[in-house]
Nanobody, 118 residues
């Protein structure tokens, strides 16, 4: 059974930083592409960043240059370093996994709240 457990969310002032973690179990972590998504109540979930199983990264334009996605395959853990946070980054952040054979992220964590105060 695949489990993705996010942690590291919280309340931070604008301009501050947070690091989210996602601990994965029940899957061959190094063979999965991983991603971060976020959702504000009443809005659709949106893509934030992803890191392919081969290590290639990509970012949403809104976070490019401020957020860094990384992974530690030895620890089965995904990270999202968030810097220069803005109030509009406030959302629930979700970790997601996508198998090599899949064309979509279909494994999801429960989410962690990030709140950025102005």
């Amino acid at each position: 059974q695949v489990q993705l457990v996010e942690s590291g969310g919280g309340l931070v002032q604008a301009g501050g930083s947070l690091r989210l973690s996602c601990a994965a179990s029940g899957l061959t972590f190094g063979s999965y592409s991983m991603g971060w998504f976020r959702q504000v109540a009443g809005k659709e979930r949106e893509f934030v960043a992803r890191i392919l199983w081969i290590g290639t990264t990509s970012y949403a334009d809104s976070v490019k240059g401020r957020f860094v996605i990384s992974r530690d395959n030895a620890k089965n853990t995904l990270y999202l370093e968030m810097n220069s946070l803005k109030p509009e980054d406030t959302a629930v952040y979700y970790c997601a996994a996508r198998a090599k054979s899949s064309d979509r992220f279909d494994k999801w964590g429960q989410g962690t709240q990030v709140t950025v105060s102005s």
